[in-house]
């Protein structure tokens, strides 16, 4: 008997405990992104420039940190700006990135709003001028093949996944 209620005692005490922590905020990376929904553009301002980002060409982007602030980035290139500096609102929790029609003409500015999607979900495509942008031109596609069809298209350009597109910010922006 003495035993089962230690028992009893232990198991409540272990969930107790997890409870805690849950409501403590303990990290739970593998539900990160989850719940997070992309917002419409209105007026936002870019978090990085300033400019408002409905008025700057697609694609575009928005974070959710984890302190529930949501920014705007009128273009990738503003984007991974600001994931490569400390935020004092915390780990980002959720990206998401306009895609792209394969049907757009990548060199040409697209002001209407595009589809979010997650932003580990597209594929990124380097290296095709695109005047008016600020920054690295980076287009966004929520399907591979459109992206490789492309870049056929545009010799010297590539696709990169977003740990990629990250790893070639970094490359490109070192010693700056």
Same mark, same amino acid.
């Given at each position: ?7 009893? =005692?232990?198991?409540?005490? *272990?969930?107790?405990?997890? /409870? !805690? !922590? !849950? ?6 990376d ?8 992309? @917002?419409?553009?209105? #007026? @936002?301002?870019?978090? *990085? ?7 700057q ?9 984890? #302190?529930?602030?949501?920014? %705007? %980035?009128? =273009?990738?290139? #503003?984007?991974?700006? +600001?994931? /490569?500096?400390? =935020?004092?609102?915390?780990?980002? *929790?959720?990206? %998401?990135?306009? /895609?792209?029609?394969? =049907? ?7 002001? #209407?709003?595009?589809?979010? $999607? ?7 495509? $380097? ?5 008016? $942008? ?14 490789? /069809?492309? *870049?056929?298209? +545009?010799?010297?350009?590539q696709v !990169?996944?977003l ?14």
């Open positions: 008997m003495r035993e089962r209620a230690a028992s009893g =005692s232990t198991s409540a005490l *272990v969930s107790l405990a997890c /409870s !805690l !922590l !849950l409501a403590c905020g303990a990290p739970h593998e539900a990160e992104g989850l719940g997070h929904e992309p @917002q419409e553009l209105a #007026d @936002q301002e870019c978090a *990085v420039c300033g400019m408002t980002a409905r008025l060409s697609a694609p575009r982007a928005q974070v959710t940190h984890r #302190d529930g602030t949501e920014l %705007f %980035f009128c =273009s990738i290139g #503003d984007l991974l700006v +600001h994931r /490569s500096a400390p =935020s004092p609102h915390g780990k980002v *929790v959720a990206i %998401f990135v306009e /895609s792209m029609e394969a =049907s757009e003409e990548p060199g040409r500015p697209h002001l #209407d709003p595009h589809p979010w $999607i997650a932003a580990a979900e597209a594929t990124f495509v $380097i290296g095709i001028e695109r005047p008016d $942008i600020m920054g690295e031109p980076v287009l966004v596609y929520r399907d591979g093949a459109e992206a490789e /069809s492309i *870049v056929r298209a +545009h010799p010297g350009s !990169l996944d740990a990629g597109l990250e790893s070639w910010w970094q490359a490109e922006n070192e010693g700056d």
